[in-house]
């Protein structure tokens, strides 16, 4: 009894908020008996730990075997509607297509201005949609586009080359060093995953340099100076009067000690003395002039900001804030961030206060900032939330002393308190 | 419908159909303490349970030290004013100290690196107000005693006896209902496949396999399914007479009548121990709450206590530098001379550096017995542990070793019996100083590293989170920014004061929640 923790092994498994079906090995075989239809998401299978030598088995796993082979070997074809072509800009290594058609292209693309675009103002420029490499590449994978090679001189009356896969990746993404881009495999690898999800993904300032210094949105707020006459509490001047009569401030103890043998009225006057550790309180850094230099570490920036895919406020003209944002990380080439990194990225994101009055852990976890560090391993990505939690501002003691106060009416604070209704 | 376990051997009768299928509930604010109204008229009455011990008013000091409150005053009851002010003149007159009046005392040992109490009283008392330490010979409550006691009186009955509530009983019984669960189990198994080999070759009919499997699929009803017994595991284990103790907010609905005599202007349902004498001298006999220890009934069993409360570093230098109860001495060496040292106490400077140098293995033992402060490597382990330890308990957290989780604390609203750790802390140093990007202070860093690149992985960070998430609790990275040295900080910058507290203060502690994010259940 004297170790709950111990005594519980969890039998159920993790809990339901942690699991991520797309992350289990999936049944193949409802595919088998679903030709083209939506699949819905498909339930595990039972699991086997060892052969034992029953037809039945044998069987069962040979046919799932066979079913993730179809599956696999599922040809891949453009569909009839919906084409569209593009044309590949070597220069910007970007593509353009000429008024696409369809609900993809409503948050994907950009219209250039007349002074942006390459290839100058012409008529077809308002209708000319640029797409990012990575965009390009998703949409060549999904198969609603079909890039092609720029035109020579000598052929512009025929069709254009028409762009390979492989042809695709080695330029969008092989190619980007010499055009100064920043688009990696484990960028596209987040960016495609996320897409495919449903979630509209964007380029973030930061995406290839420093982006826009920090706002005042990043800090918190000023604290209001309210002018409070004089409301002189009764129940504090009974509380002073009656006050721990222990040894002095606390700034000059002796060295042996940090609290003294005395009177202490509550555990609280106890655990204020035993207050030595200083901890960074994310609601007292404001924004200050010469703040505004700092500058993101080069390892660990901003990549995506992403809106969920029901956002009803996004619109490619005004996006509005985002509801993630996302960090590409390499577990690979790197390790762990230090506290430099962490907090120049947490500099970068706007201040998001818990509610007030919330449950204390759900205060603790939510954090005043966070952000999502997408670490990839070799094509494998690994989402994680860190927020910024300020245990230091949820004294324990002092929860518990406000629900003591709140039910018995206040030691020491009774002739005050007669007037107020309790 | 939680079900705590009966501490008698009531075997729980298989009820697979009305137990809820998640009674885990880890976060004590959601458990709420409801009576069972809703069981069927026609199920024979439960055996009345033995009462456990009422925690809520065991451990009703969160630290070890006393406090004594003034008692409230009520308007309607005029006797309160003259309790008040009675209680008020005798405060001035002659003050109540917070500190026992004998220190508790403790041995430190290098062998184990740790700090030994042996004194019954001492382990009772730091287990109970704040939850320090560990037995040697027990999970965590230093219970050994008890469960000796008990086996011996159990032998010498046969049967029968009352066994103590400890904690390693329950485990034990468990454990075993566990593995009969799973010969049963596999049993089942096997017979499951050998009817289908039997089928397949052709040896007997479907008809016939079903018919014999029906028999037995009744008695296992599928994974996960121990009958009663399993789902004991999984409720938490608080005292079936405590329900007030789940409370987050440290509910203060204790009803002790004895100590509701002591206070006349009390209302009824209103207590929480407000007499001035504070539970300094908390005696095992005399405690009411405490469970029938078998040790103290049965004096003539005369089992010498062989187990001891074992301090870790951390707690140790809590309790004397910053409680100031404790007093820790060496080991008595049998190779001292015949004149006694004058004063075998070892001052808290004393022992921060000796701490400091065991919190490395081999240790680094300097010269002199007390080196000075300043000389102390700002980011030895156990100044990372120790900061990281002060800063949540000042807080009012309970902090243990979290090691069993492959974190490095833990962290508890209230304590262990009340409810799940929510927190798990790992602590990791920063150094962000401009000394730290220097030569010598590059020098140092790889230095204290051992040669070894600085920085963990993602893939241990992975681990632990993963772990966390298992065992349902939040991963804490508590980076702890380390101070440059005191002779490398130029002479303009503040340090905040001198001694212990002057260096302690110089450290800041920042840190992160880390949870994963699932793209798919967020997109809503």
């Known amino acids: 009894m004297a170790d709950m923790d111990e005594d519980t092994i969890p039998r159920s498994g993790p809990p339901a908020e942690d699991i991520d079906l797309s992350e289990e090995t999936q049944d193949f075989r409802f595919l088998a008996a679903v030709s083209n239809e939506d699949a819905k998401i498909p339930k595990r299978g039972e699991k086997d730990f060892e052969p034992h030598a029953t037809a039945l088995q044998s069987n069962t796993l040979a046919a799932s075997r066979l079913a993730m082979h179809n599956a696999l070997s599922f040809q891949r074809a453009h569909q009839p509607k919906g084409y569209t072509t593009a044309t590949y800009h070597p220069e910007s290594n970007k593509a353009y297509a000429l008024n696409p058609k369809g609900p993809l292209f409503a948050k994907m693309g950009h219209v250039l201005s007349s002074k942006d675009d390459p290839l100058g103002d012409d008529e077809l420029r308002g209708n000319r949609l640029w797409l990012l490499p990575e965009e390009v590449l998703y949409l060549i994978e999904r198969g609603t586009l079909d890039v092609r090679w720029p035109a020579d001189e000598d052929d512009d009356d025929q069709e254009c080359l028409p762009m390979s896969l492989q042809g695709a990746y080695a330029m969008f993404i092989g190619d980007e060093e010499s055009h100064e881009g920043a688009l990696t495999f484990e960028r596209y690898s987040v960016y495609s995953g996320l897409k495919r999800m449903g979630y509209t993904v964007q380029r973030a300032p930061s995406w290839d340099g420093p982006g826009t210094p920090p706002g005042p949105d990043c800090y918190a707020p000023l604290p209001q100076q309210t002018w409070q006459p004089g409301l002189f509490n009764i129940s504090h001047w009974w509380k002073t009067l009656f006050a721990s009569q222990a040894a002095g401030t606390p700034e000059e103890q002796s060295g042996d000690q940090l609290v003294q043998p005395g009177l202490y009225r509550s555990y609280a006057d106890i655990y204020r003395r035993l207050s030595l550790v200083a901890w960074r309180d994310p609601t007292t850094a404001h924004m200050l002039s010469q703040q505004a230099t700092i500058l993101a570490d080069a390892g660990l920036r901003i990549t995506y900001h992403v809106w969920k895919p029901g956002s009803q406020t996004f619109k490619k003209s005004a996006p509005g804030p985002p509801d993630f944002r996302i960090a590409v990380v390499n577990g690979r080439e790197t390790s762990m961030p230090s506290l430099q990194q962490l907090s120049s990225l947490m500099d970068t994101v706007p201040y998001t206060p818990p509610k007030e009055d919330g449950q204390l852990y759900q205060k603790l976890r939510y954090g005043y900032k966070n952000v999502i560090l997408a670490v990839v391993d070799q094509g494998v990505v690994s989402y994680l939330r860190i927020a910024d939690a300020a245990f230091g501002r949820e004294r324990l003691y002092e929860r518990k002393a406000k629900s003591f106060n709140g039910k018995r009416g206040g030691r020491g604070g009774g002739r005050g308190g007669r007037g107020r209704g309790r | ?524």
């Open chain 2, 1 to 524: 419908m939680s079900q705590p376990p009966a501490a008698n051997d009531h075997p729980p009768a298989a009820l697979p159909s009305d137990q809820s299928p998640n009674p885990q509930q880890p976060e004590a604010a959601s458990n709420p303490p409801e009576p069972t109204p809703t069981s069927p008229p026609n199920r024979p009455p439960r055996p009345k349970k033995k009462k456990g011990p009422n925690y809520a008013l065991l451990h009703s000091s969160p630290l070890p030290l006393s406090t004594h409150p003034l008692p409230p005053f009520h308007p309607s009851h005029p006797l309160s004013l003259l309790h008040l002010c009675y209680t008020y003149l005798s405060h001035l007159l002659s003050p109540p100290s917070s500190h026992p009046t004998t220190l508790y005392t403790g041995y430190f040992s290098p062998q184990t690196r740790s700090v030994h109490i042996t004194d019954p009283r001492t382990m009772r008392a730091l287990w109970e107000m704040g939850f320090f330490g560990k037995g040697t010979l027990s999970r965590s409550e230093p219970s050994w005693l008890e469960r000796e006691s008990a086996k011996v009186l159990a032998e010498r009955a046969g049967e029968g006896v009352g066994r103590g509530g400890a904690a390693e009983e329950a485990t034990r019984r468990r454990r075993e209902e566990r593995r009969l669960f799973k010969l049963e189990r596999a049993r089942v198994e096997r017979g499951r496949i050998e009817r289908q080999r039997a089928v397949e070759e052709g040896r007997i009919t479907v008809e016939e396999a079903a018919r014999l499997g029906a028999g037995d699929e009744g008695k296992v009803g599928g994974d996960g399914e121990v009958g009663g017994g399993g789902r004991e595991e999984e409720q938490p284990l608080l005292g079936t007479g405590a329900p007030a103790a789940s409370l987050t907010d440290g509910g203060g609905q204790l009803l002790d009548p004895a100590s509701a005599q002591a206070e006349p202007s009390l209302a009824p349902g209103n207590t929480i121990a407000p007499t001035s004498t504070g539970p300094t001298e908390p005696s095992v006999n005399e405690n009411p709450t405490h469970p029938p220890n078998p040790a103290e009934q049965h004096p003539e069993l005369n089992i010498p206590n062989q187990e001891h409360l074992q301090l870790t570093l951390e707690e140790a230098f809590f309790l004397s530098f910053a409680l100031g109860v404790l007093e820790i001495r060496p080991y008595p060496s049998t190779t001292t001379s015949t004149t006694a040292t004058p004063d075998p106490n070892l001052t808290p400077t004393t022992l921060l550096g000796l701490f400091t140098a065991h919190s490395t293995f081999p240790p680094t033992l300097t010269p002199t017995p007390t080196p000075p402060i300043a000389t102390l490597p700002p980011d030895s382990p156990f100044l990372l542990a120790y900061t990281t330890y002060h800063h949540f308990r000042s807080l009012g957290w309970v902090i243990r070793p979290g090691v069993k989780f492959a974190v490095d604390y833990l962290l508890y609203n209230r304590g262990p019996v009340f409810s799940h750790a929510e927190f798990g802390v790992l602590v990791l140093p920063a150094y962000t100083h401009p000394y730290w990007s220097s030569a010598a202070g590059l020098e140092h860093r790889r230095k204290g590293n051992g040669g070894r690149r600085e920085g963990k992985d993602w893939w241990w960070l992975h681990c632990v989170n993963r772990v966390q998430s298992q065992v349902r609790k939040t991963l804490v990275l508590a980076f702890v920014d380390v101070p440059p040295p005191y002779c490398e900080v130029a002479a303009g910058e503040g340090e905040g004061g001198q001694g212990i507290a002057g260096l302690l203060r110089r450290y800041e502690i920042r840190e992160f929640v880390v949870k994963r994010w699932l793209a798919n259940r967020s997109r809503d």
